[in-house]
């Protein structure tokens, strides 16, 4: 397994290793032991799909609030993505600021969003299939979203932002100054 940092300290790109013949591949697309080797502690208790029929289907920004905050991992289990994180987390020196890199079932590469950032993505190809572990149960009532589009933020989604298909909570999401952020940044050894 590869585990690479990005800019955004805490965020992650994961790439398991892929054993290949003739018939296909095998990869171990978690391993806790090998997270653990990389001071990469997480307790997954939940894993979730979802299916975008159309490209340009954007669903985000999302996070959940404490006391059920949610650490993810993401991955493209067909198809293609853009997948972005954004650091919510107040006192941050990148605070607002996003990475994003392109997931697919072809590259295997999957992002690990930890608590304290946002999280979102554009399909890329039709009917692509998402597939992301949680370190919480969802709670709708923590459940929160901020704009796709916020100018402040700035994301290049390398779509024009109105053809997004999206839903209607995140249509309407508040933009990031007008939410008040729960998380607080803490320089971590990880």
């Known amino acids: 397994m ?5 800019a955004l300290e ?17 990869s171990e697309i978690w ?6 080797e990389h001071g990469l502690n997480y307790d997954f208790v939940q894993d979730n799909q979802s299916m975008s029929e159309q490209v340009g289907t954007v669903r985000g920004l999302h996070f959940q609030t404490p ?15 853009w997948d972005v994180a954004v650091d919510i ?22 992002l690990l969003v930890p608590k304290g950032f946002l999280h ?10 998402i597939l992301y572990k949680c370190s919480d149960y969802y709670a709708p009532e923590c459940d929160r979203s901020v704009r796709f589009d916020d100018p402040d933020i700035g994301i ?35």
Not at 12 to 19: A, C
Not at 31 to 36: E, F, G, I
Not at 67 to 80: F, I, S, Y
Not at 94 to 106: C, H, I, K, M, T
Request: charged share 25%.
């Open 2 to 6: 590869v585990i690479e940092d990005t």
């Open 10 to 26: 805490g965020v992650k790109i994961v790439t398991p290793h892929r054993f290949g013949d003739a018939r296909g591949f095998f």
């Open 31 to 36: 391993k806790r032991s090998d997270m653990a």
């Open 67 to 81: 006391p059920h905050a949610q650490d993810k991992l993401v991955r493209c289990g067909r198809g293609a993505l």
């Open 89 to 110: 987390r107040l006192g941050s020196p990148n605070f607002g600021r996003w990475f994003g890199v392109e997931l697919s079932a072809e590259n295997g590469k999957q």
């Open 120 to 129: 979102g993505f554009v399909t890329l190809q039709e009917e692509t299939e």
């Open 156 to 190: 290049d989604w390398g779509i024009d932002p109105s053809s997004a298909i999206l839903s209607e909570k995140d249509a309407s999401a508040p933009f990031l100054r007008d939410i008040q952020s729960p998380f607080r940044y803490e320089q971590s050894a990880q």
